[in-house]
């Protein structure tokens, strides 16, 4: 033992003895071992869950929830939160104790992603819209956002082997696109970071997909997945639909794709250059940006503005007959104000011009108000993107609408209706006439509508049985909120559906999110030639009657609702109207549940008196809401020269009336229309 002692000291001091000691003590002379333990091996207290979310570009500033199949939800409450990164990756530590399977969840505003984990052990997990998929059709009620709750109710809901049948099941359905886009990653489980930030392979997948899960009822959705290319003019999309839930069907694959057609690589930062292009024009003062008291487009002078624009000319810009003005397209630019700012680009499609559709968002200076939008973009000889419009010459847009309406003393009459709303503006020459004679517009089912002028009205309206109606809106179905209400909504309410077939659910579901539409302009000078025609791609197919009764929507104030009953008058003991106010405009104020739109568009409709007898109806909007108000206002605005509902100071006329005294309008970022109207008028009931 003392030439082991000898050792100790020596090891303390000199660190000569190495390994040895830990094998045979040290020294010579048979001197004994010491008994040492063999070292103690770490068990691992945690385990981690990273990977990336995204939509195609990266889904950054999203906050990441994981919920174990107990409830309890990591980061715990009080932590500090899980956000992504600019790249949208990110990384959560759960205790081993954490009980699975998981649900992955990333939101970020209105987008909601969700992702499964089947096993407490480190993993890659990505967010994504396939994702997202994959875990609808491991619901039970194909709801995504449920999943977290129903595994709660039943743990044996998820486990490994059936998360490996759905991502088969999924990565079958999608695979076309899959081979178009040069990928074989796992979309679940594989590393897509690296495809994420140069814009290739899996990223491109993404890019080039349009997964759309919607409600329509507790337990069952409707799920679309369609493939966002390029096409030619009028070309519809390819696409396919089936139903989620307890009535769960198999999807069919997705036709073959041509890798061509889809998205440059690289899209994702191409976009995000675009839209800080714009905010570092936007951020300069006035004088910076436009010569003193310009207003045009050759008035420009800052180099970060003209930046903005194909050729950095902004003359070439031309939108829906729009240019870049003051009072065009691009005003901002031409304002006192600076600082808006543009983010959260995202690829919509690419037309057949090669330019690229792309939507973002648009947030208020102070940062208090949002609003979604999109443009087209061109590549440049630079092989920058800028902005060319859609070098339309006329005005024209369509988007899914539909919602509810309430009429306010007739509560039997009210109903749901789905459609799709058409925007034309009523275009004036300079004698303030119309310029159009009617436009025609085709529905990718190749079915015509016409639409027309009409006095005191801004924009064309639909025309039904040679006569121009009041609306809008094409409504392909709708139903009474009260089912014992006999009848049909489109017999009670005969003016507001111009069309003579009514579609069914399953029909209106199966209508592609991205259907082309064309439209032909006939000039009022020439009301027998087609001036022009143009084509239209809905962002987002109308809603079906199951899927709008499951979604909340802006309401009217108890108080708007009680004054509104309070004052509307009578005629023949039938309720028909409200005075409108005698001096300035017409004030609203509503609710917003959890789970609406945001309303973004505010109008009225009505009637006023002529010297000729009878009366003449009118519309008012106020399209300017901010997306966090409760409260706005409608002002009066001539249509036309020789409108007259409104008086010289811009008060609705004396014995204005409103029958529609508030339509409440909201739209998501697809374009897609959630409108609540309140109608005092009369609905034909049996």
Known sequence: MKNARTCLKTLAATLVCGSTLALNGCGGGGGDALPVAAPAVPVPATFTVAGTAATGAALDGATITITGSDGTTYPAAGDPPVVTGTDGSYTVTLPLTAKPPFVVTAVRDDISLV??????????????????????RLSSSGDPTKLAAEILADPTLVDLAKVTAKVAEVVALIKPVMDAAGTTTDPLNGNIQADVTAGTGADKLLDSLAITITPSSASTVNIEVAVK????EGEQPAS??????????TPEPLPAVTAANL???GNAELIADFLQRVNTCYALPQAERVASGGTAATDIIAAACKDIF???DASSFLNNGAVVSSKGAYSYIFGADSGVTLDRGSYEFTRATGDLVIGFRGTSSDGVNSSNYSTALRADTDGKLRAIGNQYKYDGAISAAGGLYTFVNQPAASYYYTGYSFTIANSLDANGNPIFAKVVVTSPKGNAFTLMPRTNSNTLRLVKNGVTTGTVNLRLSGAFVDPTTSGSPADADPNNFVGTTQFTDAEIAAIPAQGTWQFDYYLASDPASIAATQYYKTRARAMTIAEWKVQPLAALTDDDVAYIKANSSAVS???TFLPAPTTGPVTVNWTLPTGAVPVKKLTVFGNTP???GGRVAFDNTNANIASSALTGSIACTKATASDTHCDSAGNYAANALLTLPAILTASDGTGRDFMHAYALYWANLP
């Open 573 to 575: 003991g039938v309720v």
């Open 310 to 312: 194909f050729g950095k």
């Open 263 to 265: 998205v440059p690589s």
């Open 115 to 136: 992702s499964v984990v089947a096993e407490a052990k480190d993993a890659t997990t990505n967010i994504t819209p396939v994702t997202n998929l994959i875990a609808s």
């Open 229 to 232: 290319q390029q096409q030619t």
């Open 240 to 249: 396919i639909t089936f139903t989620g839930g307890t009535d769960a069907t």
């Open 610 to 612: 002529v010297t000729a």
